[in-house]
């Protein structure tokens, strides 16, 4: 079982959508956990943390549940210039992160 | 306020020779990471190393490749007698000082695209 999983999609939307990518992680001991954003062939980018509260920044929300050990991303009101693959990262302590392999995310016109 | 950064962004290397990729941390990071990515996959850990220490490097293969991060100068990942399967593109991050309960978030170089022929 690999330690982040993700749904590589695509996920198709039409501009203005909602959409929404989970993520679970194997390592119960995990102790912080990121979405980064990465556009073809260049390095991912930092999108927020995530943490047991929630967190909000513009039109992205992240959660986290431990109990279930899933993380989640909601893109509201999606842009042509949120095409990008996402990354559901996790810090399973000592600073070594682990990614996932990403969902791919295409937003049409 | 520069980033991480890395060079050289393309290095084309044949079979059996050396790539040496360096790593610049952003300003006020004192820890760097190396990641790779192999095509169509997922970033791998690589290591982890502060100013003159290894801290961990359980993502590193046995063989051939080395890290290093010196008091002066910029981190340097080496692979010695490159093979086809090196090809990939090498992530370096920096970070802050971590400190103990917390983890910082890590910010990522463009990345140097190493190809193997």
């Known amino acids: 079982r690999k330690e982040v999983e993700q749904d590589p999609g695509p996920f198709n939307v039409p501009e203005g959508a909602t959409v929404a990518f989970n993520c679970t992680y194997s390592?119960?001991?995990?102790?912080?956990f990121f979405w980064y954003r990465q556009d073809c062939r260049k390095e991912p980018k930092l999108l927020m943390s995530?943490?047991?509260s929630g967190n909000e920044d513009g039109r992205f929300t992240a959660q986290l549940n431990r109990a279930s050990q899933y993380i989640s991303l909601l893109i509201r009101d999606s842009k042509l210039s949120d095409s990008a693959t996402y990354l559901c990262?996790?810090?399973?302590?000592?600073?070594?992160?682990?990614f996932g392999t990403g969902t791919r995310l295409l937003v049409s016109p | 306020n520069a980033g991480v950064m890395q060079n050289p962004r393309h290095l084309v290397r044949r079979r059996g020779q050396e790539a040496r990729l360096r790593c610049s941390p952003m300003k006020g990071h004192s820890h760097v990471y190396w990641y790779r990515q192999l095509p169509e996959e997922g970033l791998k850990f690589m290591v982890y190393l502060q100013k003159e220490n290894i801290i961990d490097e359980s993502g590193m293969p046995k063989e051939r490749f080395s890290a290093e991060f010196p008091k002066e100068g910029p981190s340097i990942l080496r692979i010695q007698q490159v093979v086809r399967g090196d090809s990939a593109a090498y992530f370096c991050a920096s970070s802050p000082q971590a400190r103990e309960g917390r983890n910082y978030e890590q910010y990522f170089g463009p990345g140097t695209r190493l190809t193997v022929t």
């Open positions: 990262v996790v810090n399973t302590g000592f600073q070594k992160l682990v």
């Open positions: 390592n119960s001991a995990s102790q912080s």
């Open positions: 995530v943490y047991s």
